[in-house]
């Protein structure tokens, strides 16, 4: 059975349906990268799995079932206990989402607090671990930190080293590298793929990037106009693909079918 198995999902903000018809399924450990233009639908997919769609969006038909139980049913007190617990999620500035008036560690606190009850001393002790399992550089010094304080691709990582607390079984990932220069994105998309061997995390990573998607995905979905245009394992879209829109995309980046890309 699927990890994450979203079903033929219609996804609507109004009348229209921005998303139709979208399936994807995801085993456990497996990394699937969602690719397409700008406007495509990937965001509108990634949130619909999380239950966090903006602005009066929904899902019209299908189902969304994660490990064995449809999401599309939960109420508030279940989505709590399961996102950033089970589902973790990272956006392109996780940075931007944290409280800028507080410091790192105190959000950390909170963020621990509201999945376990433990004392404050100890989630404190439990985030500058975690950032040090992240390989961050000098933990103490980052949970006494406001965010300004730190780098885009710093606040980035310690976003992951959040999302990455209770070891979750499915990663959500929308654009995490796209605000970051080239070596800081390289850093970025290897701690996910260490992720994924450490824990068997699932991920699902949107990027503009098809270079990114390649290097890091078993599988890869392509998106174009709310409906999946091309979908397949890795190697099947790199070389196999007929699909036009597909070789368009992958045309476009002369460096693949070369060697490593990060
Ligand atoms: N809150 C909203 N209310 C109404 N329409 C929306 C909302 N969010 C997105 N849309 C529309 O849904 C469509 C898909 O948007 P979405 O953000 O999912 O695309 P995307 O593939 O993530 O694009 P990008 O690569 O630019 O992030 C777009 O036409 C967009 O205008
Ligand atoms: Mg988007």
Redesign the pocket.
């Known amino acids: 059975m699927a990890l994450l198995d979203i079903k033929n999902i219609d996804v609507s903000?109004?009348k229209r349906a921005?998303?139709q018809g979208c399936s994807i399924e995801l085993d456990q450990g497996q990394i699937c990268s969602v690719v397409?233009?700008?406007?495509?639908?990937?965001?509108?997919?990634i949130?619909a799995v999380l239950g966090l769609?903006?602005?009066?969006?929904k899902v019209t038909s299908g189902d969304i079932v994660y490990d064995g139980k449809s999401l599309l049913t939960l109420n508030k007190r279940q989505w709590r206990a399961l996102r950033g617990h089970d589902i973790s999620m990272i956006f392109q500035d996780s940075g931007a989402m944290m409280n800028q008036t507080r410091l790192i560690g105190n959000s950390f606190v909170e963020y621990i607090r509201t999945h376990e009850a433990i004392p404050k001393q100890d989630a404190w002790k439990k985030g500058a671990e975690m950032l040090s399992r992240m390989r961050l550089p000098d933990p103490d010094r980052i949970m006494r930190s406001y965010p300004f304080q730190l780098s885009g691709g710093m606040r980035q990582r310690v976003g992951i080293a959040m999302g990455m607390t209770y070891r979750p079984k499915l990663l959500l990932a929308?654009?995490p590298t796209s605000a970051l220069d080239v070596t800081t994105q390289a850093q970025i998309v290897r701690q996910m793929m260490e992720l994924r061997d450490e824990y068997g995390t699932s991920i699902i990573v949107?990027t503009?990037d098809i270079g990114v998607a390649a290097y890091m995905a078993d599988k890869v979905v392509v998106?174009k106009d709310?409906r999946i245009e091309d979908q397949g394992p890795r190697e099947y879209i790199l070389n196999a693909s007929t699909n036009a829109y597909t070789r368009r995309l992958i045309g476009a980046v002369p460096s693949l079918g070369g060697k490593r890309y990060v």
């Open positions: 903000y109004g921005t998303v397409g233009e700008s406007g495509s639908g990937k965001t509108t997919v949130r769609l903006p602005g009066g969006g929308d654009e949107v503009h998106m709310g």
